[in-house]
């Protein structure tokens, strides 16, 4: 077995943070592979767009007591199916060093990310595949000023 993911990016299963009945499609059992966001895009692979997801986190009104500044990117895999899983967060100030910002900031983030459930499956050459997706959200005197990609 090697210790070498087989693509560059791949998040592997840890049994303390992740659900194990996300099915990976990929293309194998012994092999699954999956492609990142961008792959086959033809815009943002949610039902409403970004725009929905950006409305939705308005009404949950998330934010921070602390006032802190910085971004917070929750990367995950969607499936053929349009479920989501292997949740990974990275937290960088706003000068991109590596730093924790808020940890009950980030907590309402991911389990936000994680409630999101309007994914669309995604296609290349005819078949659903799963991929890799990110949300980063600009955090601004505590509050999210922008949701990229």
Not at 120 to 140: A, F, M, R, W
Request: glycine share 8%.
């Amino acid at each position: 077995m090697s210790k070498y993911p087989n693509t560059v990016g791949d998040i592997e299963f840890d049994r303390k943070l992740d659900a194990a009945d996300l099915k990976k499609c990929g293309a194998g059992k012994d092999k699954p592979f999956s492609f990142q966001y961008y792959h086959g895009a033809k815009g943002f692979d949610y039902k409403g767009e970004k725009i929905a997801i950006v409305e939705k986190l308005k009404k949950e009104n998330i934010y921070s007591e602390n006032k802190s500044n910085g971004f917070i990117t929750v990367r995950f895999l969607v499936n053929c199916e349009g479920k989501t899983g292997l949740f990974r967060l990275q937290h960088m100030s706003p000068d991109l060093k590596d730093t924790v910002l808020d940890v009950e900031l980030e907590n309402k983030l991911l389990q936000f990310t994680q409630s999101l459930d309007g994914w669309i499956p995604k296609e290349i050459n005819g078949s659903k595949v799963d991929y890799y997706q990110y949300l980063t959200y600009k955090i601004e005197n505590g509050k999210v000023s922008e949701v990229l990609p």
